[in-house]
């Protein structure tokens, strides 16, 4: 079965560890409502340094290009910072679905509440 790719952001903080343990996390439950995840915050720090601003320059560029080839944006966690804002700007303008993760998950019928539909029905 061919998954569509979803593209994970969330405002992900200065612990790589957190950030790690939270982006799997999301991703498990993406996978399991059907997509095929992508989470660069859990990939991208392997091997390059943000430190370095070339590198984290590369960084934002290779992200870019992720979410370019993403089905859908999946917008996880509870706040929103900058990076998350201009994920869903970039999503917007090239025209792909943003959503949440309860989103997600309600919409394939794994969510704790029902769609707001199929109440009014």
């Not at 957190?18 to 996390?25: K, L, S, Y």
């Not at 960084?59 to 370019?68: K, P, S, T």
Request: charged share 25%.
């Amino acid at each position: 079965m061919k998954r569509p790719l979803a593209y994970i952001t969330a405002p992900w903080g200065g612990n790589e560890i957190e950030n790690t343990e939270d982006a799997a996390g999301y991703c498990r439950k993406v996978y399991d409502a059907g997509f095929s995840p992508i989470c660069p915050v859990l990939f991208l720090p392997l091997f390059l340094n943000d430190a370095i601003p070339q590198e984290h320059k590369d960084g934002v560029d290779i992200a870019c290009n992720f979410l370019r080839r993403a089905h859908v944006l999946v917008v996880c966690g509870r706040n929103v910072d900058e990076t998350v804002k201009n994920d869903i700007a970039t999503a917007e303008r090239l025209h792909i679905t943003a959503t949440t993760l309860d989103g997600i998950l309600t919409v394939k019928g794994q969510g704790r509440e029902k769609c707001p539909e199929k109440e009014r029905r």
